[in-house]
Structure formats: C-alpha cells, structure tokens
Nanobody, 124 residues
Framework: QLRIVESGGGLVQIGGSLRLSCEVS????????VGWIRQAAGREREGVSCITANDGSTEYAHSVKGRFTISRDFAKKTVYLEMDNLKPEDTGVYYC?????????????????WGQGTQVTVSS
C-alpha cells in the first residue's frame, strides 16, 4: 500500500493562508498524478487541484483558481497545496489522493489511493 500522509491543516481566519503537505511513497511523484480533494460537512467531495507526474502540469477547480497553488518536491516526496485568501466555504477535510495515471489530470478524477485527510477550518 502506498504511503499518503497529509498535514498542515488547522484553524485560520478569513483571508488567511495555510499550506498543506502530502508526503507520499518513493516514486509516486514519478509515476502517478496527485490530487487534493476536500469535503465539507454534509456535502459531496470536491476535487480542488491536481498535478501530473509527466510534466508537473496543474489544474484547479474554478472555486479556488487564483487562490490555491499546488506544487511538488521530489527530494521530499511531498506535494503541497498553498491556500491563500481563505474563505469560510473552504472549510472541510482535505484529502490527498493518487490517480493511476501520469498524464493529463483533472481535480475531479477517480483516485485510487487516499490519505486520511486533514481538517481546515476558516473562521468568520
């Protein structure tokens, strides 16, 4: 089973920033797309962002475009999600997940391995 460990969640005020981290097993970043998906209480999961293994191309949900940035560090085997100008509607559990594809990605893709999630709460 692949290692997927999220961290960095917490409580932040409106307009604040957080950086989420997703540490993965060796070679995951070389062969698989990685995505961030969130789920607010009582709502369906929403794909937030993804990054391809092939060339590091990125995609974002319309709701976060311009505020969130996904990136990766091969040496640290980690994918990051930098979240700026946070809003109350960004509150939820954020999951990191792996897609068994290495080319084009979509935040709403079907993911095959999931982490346990990290809670993000944006207070008003």
């Amino acid at each position: 089973q692949l290692r997927i460990v999220e961290s960095g969640g917490g409580l932040v005020q409106i307009g604040g920033s957080l950086r989420l981290s997703c540490e993965v097993s060796e070679f995951v970043l070389d062969y698989y797309n990685v995505g961030w998906i969130r789920q607010a209480a009582g709502r369906e999961r929403e794909g937030v962002s993804c990054i391809t293994a092939n060339d590091g191309s990125t995609e974002y949900a319309h709701s976060v475009k311009g505020r969130f940035t996904i990136s990766r560090d091969f040496a640290k085997k980690t994918v990051y999600l930098e979240m700026d100008n946070l809003k109350p509607e960004d509150t939820g559990v954020y999951y990191c997940a792996i897609e068994n594809v290495n080319l084009f990605c979509s935040p709403g893709a079907e993911y095959h391995e999931w982490g346990q999630g990290t809670q993000v709460t944006v207070s008003s």
